[in-house]
């Protein structure tokens, strides 16, 4: 006969949510591994809420030119 699974407490029910919420489980070579998930800000990437939310002067100033918008410089001339 099988065993019978074991009811969680209520606070080992919630040691494991906060754990489902920090880490992630991804495959390694055939096995799972636990790793800490990305910080994301309003479930973003950091780096894609920069780029939506930065104005120029803040890229300017953080050296990112790259991500700077070039139809902006269009308008100046």
């Known amino acids: 006969m099988a065993k019978q699974k074991k009811k969680l ?3 080992q029910k919630a ?3 906060k754990r489902k919420k920090e880490y992630m489980t991804i495959f390694v070579d055939g096995k799972q591994k636990r790793v ?8 973003m990437d950091v780096d894609e809420f920069i780029k ?4 120029p002067i ?3 100033q ?3 030119w790259e991500y700077m918008d070039q139809t902006e410089d269009d ?3």
Not at 36 to 43: E, L
């Open 58 to 60: 803040w890229f300017h």
């Open 36 to 43: 800490k998930r990305p910080p994301t800000i309003d479930g």
């Open 75 to 77: 308008d100046l001339f």
């Open 62 to 64: 953080n050296e990112m």
């Open 52 to 55: 939506r939310n930065a104005d």
């Open 9 to 11: 407490s209520s606070a």
């Open 15 to 17: 040691e494991e949510k």
